[in-house]
């Protein structure tokens, strides 16, 4: 199963808050689970701060949101979108480090360039498939992108994509790109 956003923050955190961590997802999770792979993309960091209002579009999700997207059946999610590194560096690595702690997969970010280009493999019933993943240089300040220094996304670039691409080939049977891309509003 692919599918497209999952933003933990705002207006659904509050729900999370009122009736736990896994409402997002109770009425997804049979059918999540029981995919071979399951891949979204997920647009908020997961970090501590402050209460989202209505109306921001500076997102973070609550630490145990993480473990909400293991035990919804989410085995991979891209992080390459124009809202992981709303809480800066910190807040992806914070966000990496959660997932890492529940095995969930991620692609499209990371503590630099070379992380954030780095395919994540999974194999079921005997095939091995890749994931990467881009942002769209139109959606994101440059400030957004993974340095050889610094963490971030993977923004989008050809030389950089067809080189991700050839990595994915290597590891993998069958090779998936997702782009985080588009006019808003």
């Given at each position: 199963?692919?599918?497209?956003?999952?933003?933990?923050?705002?207006?659904?955190?509050?729900?999370?808050?009122?009736?736990?961590?896994?409402?997002?997802?109770l009425k997804?999770?049979?059918?999540?689970?029981?995919?071979?792979?399951?891949?979204?993309?997920?647009?908020?960091?997961?970090?501590?701060?402050?209460?989202?209002?209505?109306?921001?579009?500076?997102?973070?999700?609550?630490?145990?949101?993480?473990?909400?997207?293991?035990?919804?059946?989410?085995?991979?999610?891209?992080?390459?979108?124009?809202?992981?590194?709303?809480?800066?560096?910190?807040?992806?690595?914070?966000?990496?480090?959660?997932?890492?702690?529940?095995?969930?997969?991620?692609?499209?970010?990371?503590?630099?360039?070379?992380?954030?280009?780095?395919?994540?493999?999974?194999?079921?019933?005997?095939?091995?498939?890749?994931?990467?993943?881009?942002?769209?240089?139109?959606?994101?300040?440059?400030?957004?992108?993974?340095?050889?220094?610094?963490?971030?996304?993977?923004?989008?670039d050809f030389?950089?994509?067809?080189?991700?691409?050839?990595?994915?080939?290597?590891?993998?049977?069958?090779?998936?790109?997702?782009?985080?891309?588009?006019?808003?509003?």
């Amino acid at each position: 199963i692919a599918f497209g956003d999952i933003m933990l923050s705002r207006n659904v955190a509050t729900k999370m808050r009122l009736y736990g961590n896994d409402y997002p997802f109770l009425k997804m999770t049979n059918a999540l689970s029981s995919a071979d792979i399951a891949f979204a993309n997920l647009e908020n960091p997961i970090t501590v701060g402050p209460i989202v209002p209505t109306g921001s579009f500076t997102f973070h999700a609550d630490p145990g949101s993480e473990i909400a997207l293991k035990q919804s059946g989410i085995d991979v999610v891209s992080l390459a979108n124009n809202h992981s590194p709303n809480y800066g560096d910190k807040g992806l690595l914070d966000t990496i480090n959660y997932l890492d702690q529940q095995s969930i997969l991620h692609v499209g970010a990371g503590k630099d360039l070379i992380a954030a280009l780095e395919p994540a493999v999974v194999e079921r019933n005997g095939v091995k498939f890749a994931f990467i993943a881009f942002n769209d240089t139109d959606v994101v300040p440059p400030s957004y992108g993974a340095g050889t220094s610094h963490a971030g996304t993977a923004l989008m670039d050809f030389d950089r994509l067809h080189q991700a691409m050839g990595r994915a080939k290597s590891l993998a049977e069958v090779f998936i790109v997702s782009m985080h891309a588009g006019t808003e509003y």
